[in-house]
């Protein structure tokens, strides 16, 4: 790594302490990921569960149905996240009097279009991957600072795609390395959790240890979405600076 590079740990560390601070980033983390995750986790659990049930095609379609808005407010959690993330860009110390409910307004005019602009991401970069893989993750590392721009300067999509693949001009290896880091020391314990508590906690047990097994499950992967963001705020920050310079 170059000198001046900042850490994985130098950046998880500072975006925790940020959250640590900052009571509307626990509030944002927990009313619209943690629930909503633990609620369509849960009723997705109890459908699977009623697969021998003559209603199950029914229930199947209202679990969809219940779905939908659930994760749009995740997406909404995401934006609340990236909008109260937006005080990194001039210090990461502190704490603010600003309220979830003023994070959250300021955040409803973004939940749309991270949405479409994730979808639309989506499908760019799975286009790329039929090609060939190295292509994919190309388009993946080119636009991942994509939803940071649209908050910090208000870009439309086009416009922060290509903000985002003129930051990251140069430093597609570094971004590499960061996703690669990110998903190990954030997303791998989640992801093992899961995968564990699915198999001990999976047959035969009762609607309240579905719940408790889907409220872990869904903390876990709310902390590491919400200092995921954090850290990309951090290095849009410092690539950004080297940029402008």
Same mark, same amino acid.
């Given at each position: 790594?170059?000198?001046?590079? &900042?850490? *994985? ?14 009571? @509307? ?12 995750? /633990? ?7 109890? *459908? ?11 229930? /199947? *379609? ?9 994760? @749009? ?9 990236? @909008? ?18 003023? *994070? ?30 190295? &292509? ?56 093992? /959790? ?30 590491? /979405? ?20």
């Amino acid at each position: 790594m170059r000198m001046g590079m &900042p850490s *994985v740990f130098s950046l998880i560390g500072k975006a925790w302490s940020f959250a640590m601070h900052q009571k @509307v980033i626990r509030e944002s983390a927990f009313w619209l990921f943690i629930v909503p995750g /633990t609620i369509l986790g849960t009723v997705s659990s109890a *459908v699977d569960s009623a697969k021998d049930h003559p209603e199950f095609p029914a229930l /199947t *379609v209202l679990n969809i149905l219940l779905a939908l808005p659930l994760i @749009v407010l995740s997406y909404w959690g995401m934006a609340s996240i990236l @909008v109260a993330g937006r005080r990194l860009l001039k210090s990461s110390a502190g704490r603010t009097r600003t309220s979830f409910r003023a *994070v959250r307004k300021a955040a409803t005019h973004f939940v749309l279009p991270l949405l479409f602009t994730d979808i639309l991401r989506t499908a760019h970069i799975i286009l790329w991957s039929l090609l060939l893989i190295i &292509p994919g993750i190309i388009a993946f590392l080119r636009t991942i600072l994509i939803p940071v721009i649209i908050i910090s300067e208000g870009r439309t999509m086009r416009a922060a795609l290509r903000r985002s693949q003129e930051i990251l001009r140069g430093r597609l290896l570094r971004t590499l390395w960061y996703m690669i880091a990110f998903g190990g020391f954030l997303f791998l314990p989640a992801v093992a /959790t899961d995968f564990f508590l699915l198999s001990v906690l999976q047959n035969g047990i009762s609607l309240w240890m579905i719940l408790i097994r889907e409220s872990v499950i869904s903390a876990l992967y709310a902390i590491a /979405t919400t200092l995921f963001l954090l850290c990309l705020i951090l290095l849009y920050k410092e690539w950004t600076k080297k940029t402008n310079a």
